[in-house]
């Protein structure tokens, strides 16, 4: 069978998809087309309530989408959906779709099952947990090392999960997308997004990737396999090696790790993994040793050491205290014999290229050393991470074309056994692409952008990929001005293009004269929000939404209207 798909260049339907097959289509996964079908009938009835009459016939597609923005986006966007509710429009939704901290509200609500029949209570609910305690450092460390040992790839996104994640969203959730979905749901259709690494380090190729209940592939290239067996070992489009399915505190990870420049995010990381081997009490408690041998003691002081050097280096000061440290240790652990450490030259600290090659290898001699003696947790953990973070080596997965022949997909995307995937943020921080693939025929789509800076830098991006790959979307243009005090509704329309409904979180209708004081208050890279934090930034994400339902009820009412004068055959 696999050599007539292969000879025909695609996958069975996916009515037909088996667990271990890859579906090569430019279609929606049956599942999800059986959803809209049955949802239609749910807008329909809300669009009634709204004063908009019409057939079921006549219903449009409406997609709302979620910016990134850490705990901001996560906030903001609850706040959002719960006025979207209040004043009746979240009915008229078909799908809601995320980047980064979008997704993490996203995972915490689709928890409850219907929880928009009952967004107050689930909402009341999430506010709790926010505001309560944070996750145990047990537990997180508990996670980390079952991430560890569960599945063949480690990578930085998994101490992400485990270690950072949980600090914002107070939880460690288990549960899988699958296990999170009801086929009867009344729920609008999740889309968790990201980027495939490699595609945005080529700037060619479909970088655009998402995950559904169903399937996870790439958006524009129309190439899914079933969402549990995303991350399992494939070649020539059979699974030969199953791996777990990935859980939801994973999958926030996946989507949600760019909180800042790669420096801070760096420094940020060494001081966890610091943090972490600090608490040697604990951990020797987690080993079984009450009375350690003294060997064990030497060990976590060298990684110790090593951290505080890395940090040194990335602050730009001198380390060479902790390299002798780490010297004198080394050699102590070997009975007094030198053991021989990376050192080329005096380490330049002018030079951030030659400072970072320097320490990459002078730590790797270390964990080296280190592994000879030690090779079991939490040391053998310490030695894959130094890897990952000297190669950057974020959400890496076995990949499901492997070794695929099939036309239809761009050889560059046929070449590897494994793929990186990482936050859409750091290419484009809203998920158009996941709404714009072609079969979901999107009629509106309502852009909450949650962003840090430029409040219109996602849509204008939006607009220029869009010309680039000759996809339907508006033109954008900005008033002057607007960028710095942008206002709370903007609209962009044409003909045969989706309208674009784009709403930015601080503007000078909810903020006044203080858009630039509830940035800061709000920054992306900070500790987790206080309860007050909370309900201020839910009120006003809210007043977007309340002061514009007329606005938006208009707009769906004209693309009813519209739809019907220009292309009265299109499929609903």
Not at 250 to 277: H, V
Not at 408 to 432: F, K
Request: charged share 25%; proline share 4%.
């Amino acid at each position: 069978m696999l050599q007539d798909l292969q000879d025909n260049t695609r996958i069975m339907s996916s009515s037909k998809l088996q667990e271990s097959e890859v579906r090569i289509e430019h279609s929606l996964n049956k599942n999800e087309e059986m959803f809209r079908v049955r949802r239609r009938n749910t807008v329909q009835q809300g669009l009634q309530k709204l004063g908009i009459r019409c057939s079921v016939d006549e219903v449009r597609n409406i997609a709302l989408v979620g910016s990134g923005g850490g705990e901001r986006a996560m906030v903001g966007l609850l706040g959002s959906l719960v006025q979207l509710d209040k004043v009746g429009l979240l009915d008229s939704i078909l799908y809601l779709s995320g980047v980064s901290g979008s997704t993490w509200c996203m995972a915490s609500l689709y928890q409850e099952p219907d929880w928009s029949t009952k967004l107050e209570a689930v909402k009341d609910k999430i506010i709790q947990r926010l505001s309560g305690p944070a996750v145990s450092w047990g537990d997180s460390y508990a996670k980390l090392k079952k991430y560890y040992y569960e599945k063949d790839i480690f990578s930085l996104t998994d101490f992400w999960a485990a270690m950072v994640v949980t600090t914002f969203v107070k939880e460690i959730n288990e549960h899988t997308l699958a296990e999170q979905w009801n086929q009867q749901s009344k729920d609008p259709f999740p889309i968790y997004t990201m980027i495939d690494k490699q595609f945005k380090q080529k700037k060619e190729g479909d970088p655009w990737f998402e995950i559904t209940p169903h399937e996870a592939g790439f958006s524009l290239t129309g190439a899914f396999v079933g969402v549990s067996n995303f991350g399992s070992q494939f070649d020539k489009g059979s699974m030969i090696k199953k791996q777990p399915e990935i859980d939801m505190l994973y999958l926030q990870a996946l989507c949600g790790s760019a909180l800042a420049d790669g420096e801070e995010i760096l420094k940020f990381i060494w001081q966890k993994i610091k943090d972490l081997f600090e608490k040697k009490k604990d951990i020797l408690e987690e080993m079984g040793k009450e009375d350690p041998d003294p060997s064990i003691d030497k060990c976590f002081q060298v990684i110790l050491d090593l951290v505080d050097m890395n940090l040194c280096v990335l602050d730009g000061k001198d380390p060479s205290a902790y390299d002798k440290s780490i010297r004198t240790t080394l050699t102590d652990l070997a009975g007094g014999i030198t053991q021989l450490i990376f050192q080329e030259g005096k380490l330049d600290l002018t030079d951030k290229e030659a400072s970072k090659l320097y320490m990459e290898r002078y730590s790797t001699d270390v964990c080296n050393n280190l592994s000879v003696r030690f090779s079991v947790w939490p040391f053998d953990f310490f030695y894959s991470f130094c890897r990952c973070i000297f190669q950057w080596i974020w959400g890496r997965k076995y990949y499901f074309l492997n070794n695929m022949t099939a036309k239809a997909v761009p050889v560059p995307l046929l070449e590897s056994e494994m793929r990186d995937y990482i936050d859409a943020g750091l290419l484009l921080n809203s998920p158009y692409f996941s709404v714009l693939r072609k079969e979901r025929n999107i009629n509106l789509i309502i852009s909450l952008d949650f962003s840090d800076g430029d409040p219109f830098t996602t849509v204008k991006d939006t607009a220029k990929m869009c010309r680039e790959r000759n996809i339907p979307f508006p033109e954008v243009i900005i008033p002057n001005g607007h960028s710095e005090k942008p206002k709370d509704f903007y609209v962009f329309k044409g003909q045969n293009v989706p309208t674009v409904i784009h709403i930015p979180l601080f503007n000078v209708v909810n903020c006044g004269d203080d858009i630039e004081a509830w940035r800061n208050k709000y920054s992306t890279f900070q500790g987790a929000y206080s309860a007050e934090m909370i309900t201020d930034l839910m009120e006003v994400a809210g007043k977007n939404i309340t002061n514009n339902k007329a606005k938006v009820v208009e707009e769906i009412r004209a693309i009813i209207g519209l739809l019907e004068l220009h292309d009265p055959g299109s499929s609903k």
